[in-house]
DNA sequence: CATGAATGAGATTTCATTCAT
DNA sequence: GATGAATGAAATCTCATTCAT
């Protein structure tokens, strides 16, 4: 008797979660060029061989593992579109930023690796526009809508804020007083709006 | 007639001037893995054979052009090693982080990529490490001076600021306005101390 | 309730007919070494492992195709194995050439391809020699009792003809006139017999 | 001191040629797929990866051998393109097609392995059609000034004891009876035209 | 009878490094 | 000082074959 066609799909689906896992991992941790299919197919414990039955090459994989990703970032970051923010919804935006990056730092670690390097990955550079936009246009109208008298720098400097200590925070998520920060950056425009 | 020694001499520097400018470079668009040996001396108008006459390995290339960043670093951070700083200097230290980078943000990207990585360089941990430190206990002891009541998360928050901002100036040298995000911190810090 | 032996056996024939169909299509157009077992299983509509029930290995099905192959050659090429041929006959036998060609082409476009090969198989060489001494055995005793002064002469421009006029049918099997080429050779000889 | 500029090029020219040319011989004989560049390597007692020096890929080296011998063909088989044979020049021709075949046979039964396949190269597929209709068009030209009633039947006729002739002197350069086959078909052609 | 997940040997290809000149 | 031909180890990828179900 054969598998079933669920008792494949599961075993399927498992081996290749488990993959993209190690990969996630290995490619965050030592770099995607410097990780070979053998390293990756080791860790997991499989062969090189079901490797390549999942995955067309390894950039495919890379590729999917972003794609992931990505599906993941537009459902945290554009909920419902509409583009308006309100201040409650700013402070709400912090703390979901960084329970988001919270939540799988590897991947942004991963995603943060690749967005710097000219030739990796078109991929990334399309989303990682597309992204940007989204969350500047939201961003931008709420500054302006807090009548801030320069919406473009208010937002840059929100940004910079975000974005370090995002970056401090995957380099050593143990150590990064995660918690105190995010309180620090909501307190500080809590602050900043009241006046 | 043969060259001279001093002729040797300056065609030695120049050379290997060439080829750390030419590999850094690489290094930092491509990523280190990513980038051939021959890749290098093409770009750079040389042979291999040449490269090999300058540099042991590819991994001394590297460490020889971290070392020379690594130094200069030094020089810019810590010039008097007293770790005290005035609010004047503190605004200048300001000014000073991101002429540094502007003055070679490749160096700084490389250094960035390199940093994220946990297999790359044992070098480049124990530096980063070190140069945290440095500019941080400088950074605590004048955020007490200052008379701020969490003179760590202050210190976090400033670095965090500076980190993003660097960040996305070296994503993009050519379109990030560095010269407002500069003015910008500098006057809230100095409207944050006035009060 | 279980297929009866019946349905089994016949299932089993199909199945196995199909398998070689297909495997001797992608031999004869792809090359033996250029076609995977996966891509026969894929296109026959099967998986890899119903193959191996059916044959031991790639190679073993190679030869079974071969082998069928052969044993049509030598119903169609050694009636009565009696090696004397009327004129007539001779026409018929021209006739007959090209319309067992013309049946499957494809098996002589495999049979072609292989036979140039030093290493693929030693079935193929044997069986390609036997053939060729047989009809070329049968030919010469033909064009001796026709009383011509060459007949190993005549032999070879025969089957240089033949094999000529066969070759560029398999390579093109749509646009060569086939029934007018047969009917050249056979008015061909007419003429010249009739001298 | 660095070799110069010549020897460079020599020992270049040198090995390319060696490559090539066992390469040739292997693929003549074992087929192009089931030839790995480890044993063309091994067999023309250099490395693989010298190998890859010179030749971008395992096809691109195919690719190479094919396209001198298109050279090679064109320059024998139409000199002055002027698309006209008087019958001297066409007996000449019916010698030199067999000459040229004997300079190199191991080119030629690579060709006939190549022209066979419908994946293999498309170049081979151009240059074939390029090369029939070329030669094709001289011989229908000389035809129909022979005043044959029938000139494209009698091109096929003449193509097909051609190439028949060649697959089997390809097959078996050694034991085939050349010269024999070479003077029967020319006087084959002197006797039908004389009437 | 039938499936396709899994393997591992081997194929193609890359690349840091050496070395004769 | 300078070249690039040459190597070989390791990387990516393919594929015939096995086997649990």
Redesign the pocket.
Known sequence: ?????E???S??E??IELIKETALNLFADEGY?N???????KQA??????????F??????LESIVNDFITDMYVHFDPNHDGVLSEDEFYYFIEKSFDIIAENPVHWKLYNSLVMQKTVLEIIQDISIKLSKSVFGVMFNFFKSERCTDPEGEMLFFSSLLKGAIIQYIAAPDSFPMEMMKNKIIDFYKNKFKI
Do not use: C
């Not at 414990?45 to 999942?54: D, E, F, M, R």
């Open positions: 008797m054969p598998r079933t066609l008792q494949n799909k075993i399927r498992e081996k060029h990780t070979s299919v053998q390293k990756i197919a414990g499989i062969s090189k061989g079901l490797l390549y039955n999942y067309e090459s390894k950039e495919q994989l």
